[in-house]
């Protein structure tokens, strides 16, 4: 079955560690994208990327970073920077093509020990 | 000024009720538009495109009014499974643009 997988489920980040949140997709979508949801808020952008190679800063961008080194993985790193971490953080893909939905992973949630 | 506003509501409402949620959208230059259903603690699943003719999927219907920048879905029947967060989705040249969400709550 064709679909998006995130790993891992939960995350613990201690502080001044980076952590890394996996993004896999093989439904052949040229768009990526990384958001970050708080309790009883509305989705937020971190970074999207149109094809490989290529990214871009969305709305919240500062204290995390992203590489697109093949069409199927899109990993977001949480950085140190980030004074903020814990959040729901959801990967979606979605073809380039107008029209099309994204479609999502099942979450990281990341809390600070 | 918010990309796409929607009524958090919530919405509480009986089994069999009809229920409609509205949202706005700022972009004229909006694209594609979406609802998606979010159960709590999961991920957004989509629930309908919505196009510009008006669309049905069994108890759910979506309609767009680009002139007035807004989107609705009716739900007919309310089930007590229909129970979730129903988020608004614009797609705006390379992004998309998500409401807050809207709760709703159906009652036995």
């Known amino acids: 079955d064709g679909g998006i997988t995130q790993s891992p489920k939960y995350l613990f980040r201690k502080e001044g560690q980076n952590v890394t949140l996996s993004c896999e997709q093989n439904?052949?979508?040229?768009?990526m994208y990384w958001y970050r949801q708080d309790p009883g808020q509305g989705l937020r952008l971190i970074y999207y990327?149109?094809?490989?190679?290529?990214?871009q800063k969305g709305d919240i961008a500062e204290g995390y970073s992203v590489s697109r080194e093949k069409k199927e993985s899109f990993p977001l790193t949480v950085t140190s920077a980030q004074k903020n971490p814990t959040a729901f953080y959801l990967c979606?893909?979605?073809?380039?093509?107008?029209?099309?939905?994204?479609?999502f992973g099942d979450g990281t949630r990341l809390s600070i020990l | 000024r918010k990309e796409v506003e929607q009524d958090p509501g919530p919405f509480n409402v009986p089994e069999g009720a009809t229920v409609a949620f509205n949202c706005t959208y700022s972009?004229?230059?909006?694209?594609?538009f979406f609802w998606y259903r979010q159960d709590c603690r999961k991920e957004p699943k989509l629930l309908m495109s919505?196009?510009?003719s008006g669309n049905e999927d069994g108890r759910f219907t979506a309609q767009l009014n680009r002139a007035s920048q807004y989107i609705s879905l009716l739900i007919r029947d309310s089930k007590l499974s229909d129970s979730a967060t129903y988020l608004c989705?614009?797609?705006?040249?390379?992004?998309?643009?998500f409401g807050t969400g809207t709760s709703l709550t159906v009652i036995p």
């Open positions: 979606a893909s979605s073809r380039r093509q107008g029209g099309q939905p994204q479609h």
């Open positions: 439904l052949n979508h040229d768009a």
């Open positions: 990327s149109q094809i490989v190679n290529d990214f």
């Open positions: 972009n004229s230059a909006s694209q594609s």
């Open positions: 919505v196009y510009s």
């Open positions: 989705v614009v797609n705006t040249g390379n992004q998309f643009y």
